[in-house]
């Protein structure tokens, strides 16, 4: 988007930023032994939710420069100079030189509290029309656009910062299930390259070596310029970044145009938000346009990456992991490796090079092919990405509550699967090498696309021998109902303990169905419950720490209550024979 004469610069072209400190080929291996493994270093703590990285330096840029930029005009009756040094869109996050835009919100106009930014330092405000006639006696220039702020808040918060994004290399991921994993190797592989990288997810953010926790998939488009700025002052080179499709329609990721843009698949999800799936599609697929990326990679194993290749702006790259599909890239020789699987990735054109992911089933193989492919279509050269894998001992990085094993016998597993999609993809992942029972323990979230709660019922008879149905994060929703609406998925009878037929390709079998509440208790219920050789799933919630109920949050890690279950179990007695 354009507003006056202003252009927002993004990079030039597919090129690696010049880093004359980048190790060569010669000193990678000794660097990457050396380098500290994603989820460690220096950790800095969130003590607020209004806590933010922000860079330590910045240059003061004029509001009247601004305002010429992007068209903007400055209301009568306040001053008219002043210089600005980053930008805030709430007020609780401001600090002093900081332009704070003013946006209307569900409840209230963010220019409601522009005394409160004034107060913590903010040197001037941009509103709407609407909000300028709020504002009384601010002391600072109000610049007032024509439309909703929120519409070009990146671009101004990219000027302000002097586009930052220009600097790095970027690679963004975009569909339902598959970003986290997809972002954790990208961010994995460019650092065997010998790249400092930076990360930002719904697991945490990087910068460097400096670690926070995430609040948003995809931050809010003035912290996430911010955030830019901050990797930039740390000599961040590259940067691999989850764009979920809330963000697209929120226009976060506006002043961004990502070096590689990359697509995993698309399954029910969030139509709460988007209505349908078309509209869902169609968010999607603004990241494949000029205004965002330069470049895409679509994997096409499904329709929707079929259709996402062909509604493409921009040049893409296709790859498939399907047997006799035609595509740019393509996987095969996929065979068992450690607890993951190893693949050969191929051109069309010839190029082909071997590697492994550690972590299991075909949807991770996929992950780690579009992580690959999108780092070669970015510019990097086969011959130092296979050298690099090598180093790296392939695509090796863990991922904070995605197929995560906390034990083995019986084998105790925790994944972020909340959908339907990802619910029978972890399932079936798991269900080769189980020789025992296979058990689940999820729900499904309150206030959230209750369309579909029966289908991953459904989805959990058709993977596991045992089902136990609780609650994952209710919000203000009655979690009974939430549960109900699960149940009604997994077949006839009455909770809270039933058997149900299940139908598959090796025929039926009777799958237990349990309802128990609160999670807590369903996890313990289902490890104390689990023999040796059994594997228990507790699928949903991943990585996160809280679990919102009639709006409080309770703290609740999954990982926290399986381990203590774990340790709470007491050795059964052997039968006589």
Known sequence: MQRGHTSIVVQKSITWPTDPDRPTTATRVAQTRQAPPLGRGRFYSVTSPFDRIRPAATTARQVSDLAAAFGLTIAPGHPAHAAVTCVASDNRVVRPGDLFVAVPGARAHGAQFAADAVGRGAAAILTDARGAELIEGAGVPVLVADEDPRAFLGQVAAWVLGNPAADLMTFGVTGTNGKTTTTYQLDHLLRALGWKGGLIGTVETRSGDRVIPSVLTTPEAADLQALLAAMREDHVRTLAMEVSSHALAQHRVDGVVFGVAGFTNLTQDHLDFHGDFESYFATKADLFTPA??????????????????????????????????????????????????????????????????????????????????????????????????????????????????????????????????????????????????????????????????????????????????????????????????????????????????????????????????????????????????????????????????????????????????????????????
Do not use: C
């Open 292 to 577: 965002r990326a330069r470049r895409g990679v679509v994997t096409v194993d499904d329709m929707w990456g079929e259709r996402m290749a062909e509604a493409a702006q921009i040049p893409v790259a296709t790859l498939t992991t399907l047997p006799g599909k035609a595509a740019d890239w393509t996987v095969t020789d996929v065979a068992p490796s450690g607890t993951g699987s190893a693949f050969t990735l191929t051109h069309r054109d010839g190029r082909t090079l071997r590697t492994s992911t550690s972590l299991p089933g075909g949807y991770n193989v996929a992950n780690a092919a579009l992580a690959v492919t999108m780092v070669l279509e970015g510019g990097s050269d086969i011959r130092d990405v296979t050298e690099a894998l090598a180093t790296g001992q392939g695509l090796s990085a863990t991922v904070p509550g995605r197929m995560e094993v906390l034990a083995t016998a019986p084998r105790v597993v925790v994944d972020f699967a909340h959908n339907t999609e990802a619910l029978q993809l972890s399932l079936a992942a798991l269900r080769p090498t189980t020789s025992g029972r296979l058990a689940v323990v999820f729900g499904a979230t309150g206030d959230r696309d209750p369309g579909k709660r029966p289908f991953m019922g459904a989805a959990a008879v058709r993977g596991a021998d045992v089902v136990y149905v609780t609650d994952d994060d209710p919000h203000d929703e009655d979690p009974a109902k939430v549960r109900a609406e699960v149940l009604a998925g997994t077949g006839p009878g009455a909770a809270p303990e039933r058997t149900v037929e299940a139908v598959d390709g090796g025929g039926s079998r009777t799958v237990e169905v349990h309802e128990v509440a609160p999670r807590a208790e369903a996890i313990r219920a289902a490890i104390a419950a689990a023999d040796p050789e059994d594997t228990v799933l507790v699928a949903g919630r991943g990585h996160e720490t809280v679990q919102e109920i009639a709006g409080v949050d309770h703290l609740l890690d999954d990982r926290v209550e399986a381990r203590a279950a774990l340790a709470a179990r007491t050795v059964r007695p052997q039968h006589d024979v």
